[in-house]
């Protein structure tokens, strides 16, 4: 469902993403992980078009970004690390107005708000200002949105940042439906006990270049770990040994995310 083939990302003379290889099938969930810097939001931003990679291609579903970037943005539903709502429209209107740009047709538009907002126990508050809402009720909001135009990729940066133990099991109960259902998500997250619990799979990003990819247990076979925390550690230290770079730091320059 997301294929990424030779993608480098270059800013000036500063190499953001290293030649990456990536393939991401429907039903699963994928776990992008790496320290601050590493690359993540970078490639985040190109698989949902909002950079353009400066080598290479994505293919979203089978969609080149670059030769049809309108029909790949159809097919993914993204969640940037800090969303943007509009706190004086309430739920309905702000999900009329994200349907809108989509092109999905107003009843449709009806249709699918209300189970959404059903689905994440917004129903009850869809009438009121955006403004009025919790951080954990404005993250549902958010995937609702995502989710409206029915898009087969979900690309998430860091869905947990400010939720509480309830929250974060719900999206995490979420994501995992998604899969079920199948989609493809791909999720960028720092917490790796979220990754090891959530994810069909794992990469790892240091300095802009995948260090290791697998499954969760592939990952703690490989690394001797008792978890993926051990092996993250393992892992991104001997490669800031092996490359003579810091786990984080100057990497966070220029945008690297």
Known sequence: MIRVEGVEKWYGSFQAVHRLDLHVPAGQVFGFLGP???????TIRMLSGVLLPTTGRILIGGVDIQQDPVGS????????DRPYLYDKLTAREFLRFVGGMYGVPPDQVEARSERLLEEHDLSHR???LVEAYSHGMKQRLVLSAALLHEPPVLIVDEPMVGLDPHGARRIKDRFRQLAREGRAVFMSTHSLDVAQEVCDRVGILYGGRLVALGTVEELLQGAQGRDLEEVFMTI?????????????GPQNLRGAG
């Open 73 to 80: 943005k159809r097919m993914v539903g993204y969640i940037p």
């Open 126 to 128: 869809a009438d009121e």
């Open 36 to 42: 601050n810097g590493a690359g993540k939001t970078t």
């Open 236 to 248: 991104t230290e001997e490669e800031s040994q092996a490359r003579g770079l810091p786990l984080t």
